[in-house]
């Protein structure tokens, strides 16, 4: 066996420590890792572009990230922050509890893609929350500035992991259907979906019930107290 493909690694390691672009850096260990393999350089090209092909559906998450960009320089989360300030009654609990009975009830839906952090969670959904708390508590941002971003992301993630566990298609519930087939045990996957409903509800119900004292929180706390005692989730 030769250990000289695994010079790659090193290579790897090397243009981390050095802080050189992670692309180029993991391209250049790539192609260095087929040669010392033996791999003729056409035969890696292809084996590179076939990788590529496979994987092009992650180009939308890499266009998403300029765009994003685009939109919070055009003042996306001003406007977010403005729109919130307007509204009468709207706290940062309340704001979301119905961003997580959205995020959950399209994720029982399969529609995962429509939300998520980079897209919703840090343009949108962070600074509405923030406006909401001071609007309704009056407070600067400080320290609970963190807190609310966490709650924030938080939220997100309740959402979609407890919500596509209901979605009959999902990789999660064929797996455990796939199992039990192998075990004797064969079950149709909408019934392996249905049982997942009351870990939903449940979910729902108990973030829900923490976004309510996290309202409560605001209003009796000072900035600094609220990020000390409550760290984030």
């Known amino acids: 066996m030769s250990y000289w493909p695994l010079l790659g690694v090193a290579l790897v390691v090397l243009g981390f420590l050095l802080r050189m672009n992670p692309l180029l850096v993991v391209v250049s260990a790539g192609v260095a890792t087929g040669l010392l393999a033996g791999i003729q350089p056409l035969d890696l090209l292809a084996l590179i572009g076939g990788g ?90 400080g320290l609970k500035r963190e807190t609310l971003r966490a709650y924030a992301a938080a939220t997100d993630n309740v959402g979609l992991f407890f919500g596509e566990d209901v979605f009959l298609a999902f990789a999660g519930v064929l797996l455990i259907q796939g199992f039990l087939a192998e075990s004797g045990f064969p079950l149709d996957p909408m019934r392996i979906a249905l049982w997942g409903l009351p870990t939903a509800f449940a979910a729902f119900a108990i973030h829900a019930v923490r976004l309510m004292r996290l309202d409560a929180r605001l209003r009796r706390r000072p900035d600094d107290e609220v990020s000390r005692t409550e760290p984030p989730p």
Do not use: D, N, W
Not at 56 to 76: A, K, N, Y
């Open 52 to 141: 590529f092909l496979k994987s092009r559906f992650l180009l939308l998450l890499v266009m998403t990230l300029p765009v994003i960009g685009l939109c919070e320089r055009s003042g996306l989360r001003a406007r977010a922050s403005a729109l919130i300030a307007r509204l009468r009654g709207a706290t940062a609990g309340r704001l979301l509890i119905a961003y997580l009975a959205v995020r959950q009830f399209a994720a029982m839906l399969g529609l995962t893609a429509i939300a998520g952090h980079p897209q919703t969670v840090r343009p949108l959904l962070a600074p509405m929350v923030e406006a909401a708390a001071e609007h309704e508590t009056g407070l600067e941002p």
